[in-house]
């Protein structure tokens, strides 16, 4: 099945970056869109990010935007999401989850990875 093992989150500082990693398994990963999402305490779950398979599309929150990147490298079966001018508002745990090209669901989601910005 689906495997997907998000890393690199931490405790960052205001205006500090952190790059999270999601390691994917069990599928063809280049025939997937993968989507990061955030949730924070209290809040739903929102999305971030998104990239198509081949890299060619991507598309950001208006929060993010300017602030985060979300690549992959599909030889490493991995997309990562590179976060610079951390704010306090982006703490939350993010999530990476993997779409079938052509479809609206996302079906498979990884743990979460915490991420906490400080002043």
């Known amino acids: 099945q689906v495997q997907l093992v998000e890393s690199g989150g931490g405790l960052a500082q205001t205006g500090g970056s952190l790059r999270l990693s999601c390691a994917a398994s069990?599928?063809?990963?280049?025939?997937?869109?993968m989507g990061w999402f955030r949730q924070a305490p209290g809040k739903e779950r929102e999305f971030v990010a998104t990239?198509?398979?081949?890299?060619?599309?991507?598309e950001y929150a208006d929060s993010v935007k300017g602030r985060f990147t979300i690549s992959r490298d599909n030889a490493k079966n991995t997309v990562y999401l590179q976060m610079n001018s951390l704010k306090a508002e982006d703490t939350a745990v993010y999530y990476c989850?993997?779409?079938?090209?052509?479809?609206?669901?996302?079906?498979?989601w990884g743990q979460g990875t915490q991420v906490t910005v400080s002043s």
């Open positions: 990239i198509s398979g081949s890299s060619i599309r991507t």
């Open positions: 069990g599928l063809t990963f280049s025939m997937y869109d």
């Open positions: 989850a993997a779409r079938l090209r052509a479809t609206i669901k996302y079906g498979s």
